[in-house]
């Protein structure tokens, strides 16, 4: 896992890094400056991570999700505000998902939350709980790659202190399946973003055909 804060520029970060053909067109679809930095910085973390000897090409699957093209292993890759993140398994289907903490997302509420959910919000603090609690559930979301989850149905979350850092347990429920997942979280320096990852060591990836 890698997390990357932005400080450098667009230009700076395209001369850490050799594109190839296919890799520049994707990159010249971004026109916004800071979409553009995410994505360079969660490639260069990527590089970082497997080595320079790295086999690195990639597709988006029908549901979104970043795959690798050549490689049997899990990604998952996240962006908000000053941050990028990666997360990679050769074992296991990870996610990870980074947020901006702001009070804006008591207005989202009811919209992602469970009715047991509702009941254990706690008084002090709410919008960063509720924050750590849409992150776990994009997380998940993220690890379980199929479009067809509904957060405020499929996804529950287990109930936990808030702290700096810590980990509570969620699961996915949906049609016949029932798993259940340990999430980690911490929050920046700044208590200004929240990180949350998680990893199913239930269930080995499959091998590309």
């Not at 709410?126 to 994009?138: F, G, I, N």
């Not at 936990?160 to 999430?183: A, T, W």
Request: proline content about 1%; hydrophobic content about 35%.
């Amino acid at each position: 896992m890698g997390v990357w804060k932005i400080s450098e520029s667009v230009d700076e970060l395209l001369s850490m890094i050799d594109f190839k053909g296919e890799d520049y067109a994707t990159f010249e679809k971004f026109k916004v400056k800071s979409r553009q930095a995410h994505w360079l910085s969660y490639r260069l973390m990527i590089r970082q991570l497997m080595g320079p000897d790295c086999k690195c090409d990639f597709y988006y699957d029908e549901h979104g999700k970043l795959q690798f093209k050549d490689l049997d292993y899990s990604i998952s890759v996240t962006h908000s505000g000053l941050y990028s993140g990666v997360i990679i398994s050769k074992d296991h289907y990870v996610g990870i998902d980074i947020e901006k903490i702001g009070d804006r997302i008591n207005l989202l509420a009811d919209k992602f939350l469970t009715e047991k959910e509702k009941e254990f919000l706690p008084k002090e603090d709410q919008y960063r709980y509720l924050t750590v609690l849409w992150s776990a559930k994009e997380a998940l979301y993220k690890l379980f790659g199929k479009s067809n989850v509904i957060f405020d149905k499929n996804i529950i979350l287990e109930p936990f202190i808030l702290s700096n850092q810590g980990k509570f347990q969620g699961h996915i429920i949906i049609d016949d399946i029932k798993r259940s997942y340990d999430l980690g979280y911490e929050f920046s320096d700044e208590e200004d973003y929240i990180l949350v990852y998680c990893v199913d060591e239930s269930i080995r990836i499959k091998e590309k055909i």
